[in-house]
């Protein structure tokens, strides 16, 4: 069912069993695992199904320290959340991310890899992403591309897979018929009304921009507001008393981001044999997308006291047969021919060969095809993606200037370790001495060593993390291994909010993955 917040009477009351905060992907995912449940959910989403700049500039705040991005221009608050840009780059967590790292403070997740992997099996069918998972040797012998260094100990290959999902789109039918699922659009929390002990929500206090002002009852509450927002909304509620929470002083601190250097260092492929370059540039295989990026070995990592990094080999994607196709056949209806035809006859053929490869390396179990035409590297770049090492003063806090619903902004003191710069830079000096040691190319780091000092194409992806974090003791975390907030017995967090550390893969699988494990304890709860 479809509500329209802005059409309630002011003061209205709505009632439900949960009520979800937040229609992104942690919110989208937990609604889907809830339909034809017997509980009544309410799925809450301050925007619309479109854009609105009204709504968007909610996200407006302050931001000290390394240039950041504006942070209404980091997400996107409508229906899909930053979905609605996501870039479909999926990958999960390594067991190391989960561990406690003792040269790396504030490491450790209460839950384990293992515990976590049939909750990524069940993550990647919401994507979906290709059923090879990121099992690097089954991509190889699927897709019969060679890997640099297949017996290094110093260096590794990880797959990423490419699926853009828009969760507000492919999903919103779905929601919009479920017989237990209210969708509120236009429905933005102001805060939380709580019993006198503070340590159970009774009601959330909601608005509409300009409309009228309305509560939510109910028995469970789940933030899936965004690695800032769930913060932000905590620490209202915390300012005004309205709940019993934050007894480390830990909420909004440890806020973590990837950092992405896109020009860390030039590759300067060696003539000598060099290794075929098919494998790390986006590549299709049976509909799906995929990419191999290098990292320096675990135990490697371990023994050098690295934070986890993947290097991207930036080549040009070489042209696909599809697009040749489409070329040729744009130009055939305009009369003419493309302008280089036998280049775009070359690639449908090229095209057709790489798939009777394929098909033949999968009867056959065999990495040798029947064309096996590969494809070396050219001189390029490396850019980097690094995991930011928890910080405790990087922070999100709250501003003096307050939003078009009278509620104080946001204030991001983002910052930086040593660690962060150091770990980059002997990663970048392992990986270029093994590149050099196979043949396979030279690399020139393009960083200074002075560890207080980033380039100037320092960036981000905006994958906000850590504000919330999980702990299961109250005085080091925001909420337990079960994402209840420490003092509030019905109010959960989602998101990658909660996560203790970040690794180097982007968060939005977990996000599901937390979601769906979630929504599985809640369901234990009820039973």
Same mark, same amino acid.
């Given at each position: 069912?479809?509500?329209?917040?802005?059409?309630?009477?002011? +003061?209205?009351?709505?009632?439900?069993?949960?009520?979800?905060?937040?229609?992104?992907?942690?919110?989208?995912?937990?609604?889907?695992?809830?339909?034809?449940?017997?509980?009544?959910?309410?799925?809450?989403?301050?925007?619309?199904?479109?854009?609105?700049?009204?709504?968007?500039?909610?996200?407006?705040?302050?931001?000290?320290?390394?240039?950041?991005?504006?942070?209404?221009?980091?997400?996107? !608050?409508?229906?899909?959340?930053?979905?609605?840009?996501?870039?479909?780059?999926?990958?999960?967590?390594?067991?190391?991310?989960?561990? @406690?790292?003792?040269?790396?403070?504030?490491?450790?997740?209460?839950?384990?890899?293992?515990?976590?992997?049939?909750?990524?099996?069940?993550?990647?069918?919401?994507?979906?992403?290709?059923?090879?998972?990121?099992?690097?040797?089954?991509?190889?012998?699927?897709?019969?591309?060679?890997?640099?260094?297949?017996?290094?100990?110093?260096?590794?290959?990880?797959?990423?897979?490419?699926?853009?999902? !828009?969760?507000?789109?492919?999903?919103?039918?779905?929601?919009?018929? $479920?017989?237990?699922?209210?969708?509120?659009?236009?429905?933005?929390?102001?805060?939380?009304?709580? *019993?006198?002990?503070?340590?159970?929500?009774?009601?959330?206090?909601?608005?509409?921009?300009?409309?009228?002002?309305?509560?939510?009852?109910?028995?469970?509450?789940?933030?899936?507001?965004?690695?800032?927002?769930?913060?932000?909304?905590? &620490?209202?509620?915390?300012?005004?008393?309205?709940?019993?929470?934050?007894?480390?002083?830990?909420?909004?601190?440890?806020?973590?981001? /990837?950092?992405?250097?896109?020009?860390?260092?030039?590759? $300067?492929?060696?003539?000598?044999?060099?290794?075929?370059?098919?494998?790390?540039?986006?590549?299709?295989?049976?509909?799906?997308?995929?990419?191999?990026?290098?990292?320096?070995?675990?135990?490697?990592?371990?023994?050098?006291?690295?934070?986890?990094?993947?290097?991207?080999?930036?080549?040009?994607?070489?042209?696909?047969?599809?697009?040749?196709?489409? *070329?040729?056949?744009?130009?055939?209806?305009? =009369?003419?021919?493309? *302008?280089?035809? =036998?280049?775009?006859?070359?690639?449908?053929? +090229?095209?057709?060969?790489?798939?009777?490869?394929?098909?033949?390396?999968?009867?056959?179990?065999?990495?040798?095809?029947?064309?096996?035409?590969?494809?070396?590297?050219?001189?390029?770049?490396?850019? %980097?993606?690094? *995991?930011?090492?928890?910080?405790?003063?990087?922070?999100?806090?709250?501003?003096?200037?307050?939003?078009?619903?009278?509620?104080?902004?946001?204030?991001?003191?983002?910052?930086?370790?040593?660690?962060?710069?150091?770990?980059?830079?002997?990663?970048?000096?392992?990986?270029?001495?093994? &590149?050099?040691?196979?043949?396979?190319?030279?690399?020139?780091?393009?960083?200074? @060593?002075?560890?207080?000092?980033?380039?100037?194409?320092?960036?981000?992806?905006? /994958?906000?993390?850590?504000?919330?974090?999980?702990?299961?003791?109250?005085? /080091?975390?925001?909420?337990?291994?079960?994402?209840?907030? /420490?003092?509030?017995?019905?109010?959960?967090? $989602?998101?990658?909010?909660?996560?203790?550390?970040?690794?180097?893969? %982007?968060?939005?699988?977990?996000?599901?993955?937390?979601?769906?494990?979630?929504?599985?304890?809640?369901?234990?709860?009820?039973?």
């Amino acid at each position: 069912m479809l509500i329209d917040a802005r059409k309630f009477a002011n +003061g209205q009351r709505v009632e439900a069993d949960i009520c979800l905060i937040g229609a992104g992907a942690a919110g989208i995912a937990l609604a889907r695992e809830l339909v034809k449940d017997q509980e009544r959910v309410v799925l809450l989403e301050s925007g619309g199904f479109e854009y609105d700049p009204q709504i968007q500039a909610l996200y407006e705040g302050e931001t000290t320290g390394p240039r950041y991005m504006p942070l209404d221009a980091a997400r996107l !608050r409508y229906f899909g959340g930053s979905t609605n840009h996501f870039g479909g780059a999926s990958r999960i967590l390594d067991p190391i991310d989960f561990e @406690a790292r003792d040269w790396l403070p504030g490491s450790g997740w209460p839950i384990t890899h293992k515990e976590m992997v049939p909750f990524y099996t069940r993550a990647q069918d919401v994507f979906p992403v290709c059923p090879y998972g990121f099992d690097t040797e089954r991509w190889i012998q699927g897709s019969g591309f060679p890997l640099i260094g297949a017996d290094s100990k110093r260096i590794a290959t990880k797959i990423w897979q490419f699926n853009p999902v !828009r969760f507000g789109t492919v999903y919103r039918d779905e929601l919009l018929s $479920a017989a237990n699922i209210s969708v509120c659009l236009y429905a933005t929390v102001l805060g939380f009304e709580a *019993e006198r002990s503070g340590s159970r929500v009774k009601t959330l206090n909601c608005a509409t921009p300009g409309g009228p002002r309305f509560t939510v009852a109910s028995k469970t509450f789940i933030l899936c507001c965004g690695g800032i927002e769930n913060a932000r909304v905590l &620490l209202i509620a915390k300012e005004g008393r309205a709940l019993s929470i934050d007894r480390g002083d830990i909420l909004g601190r440890y806020f973590m981001d /990837h950092l992405v250097i896109n020009n860390a260092a030039q590759f $300067a492929p060696l003539r000598r044999g060099p290794t075929p370059r098919d494998l790390y540039v986006p590549s299709g295989l049976n509909g799906h997308w995929f990419r191999g990026v290098l990292s320096v070995q675990e135990e490697l990592a371990r023994a050098e006291q690295l934070q986890s990094v993947a290097f991207f080999v930036d080549q040009q994607e070489r042209p696909t047969g599809r697009a040749a196709l489409a *070329e040729i056949w744009s130009s055939l209806a305009r =009369g003419s021919l493309p *302008e280089r035809p =036998g280049d775009a006859l070359g690639r449908v053929f +090229g095209y057709v060969g790489d798939r009777i490869d394929q098909a033949y390396r999968e009867a056959f179990h065999t990495k040798s095809g029947i064309f096996n035409e590969l494809h070396a590297f050219e001189p390029s770049s490396i850019f %980097a993606f690094l *995991e930011q090492a928890p910080n405790r003063d990087s922070r999100v806090s709250l501003s003096e200037v307050k939003d078009s619903l009278g509620q104080r902004r946001v204030h991001l003191n983002w910052r930086l370790s040593r660690s962060d710069k150091r770990s980059l830079l002997r990663s970048l000096e392992i990986v270029g001495a093994e &590149l050099a040691r196979l043949g396979v190319a030279r690399i020139r780091i393009n960083l200074n @060593a002075d560890l207080d000092q980033w380039p100037d194409d320092l960036t981000t992806y905006c /994958h906000h993390m850590g504000t919330t974090r999980m702990d299961r003791e109250a005085l /080091h975390g925001v909420v337990d291994e079960n994402c209840r907030v /420490h003092g509030v017995d019905n109010l959960y967090v $989602a998101g990658s909010s909660v996560f203790p550390s970040g690794g180097s893969a %982007a968060p939005t699988l977990t996000i599901v993955a937390l979601a769906l494990r979630l929504a599985d304890h809640l369901k234990r709860e009820a039973a």
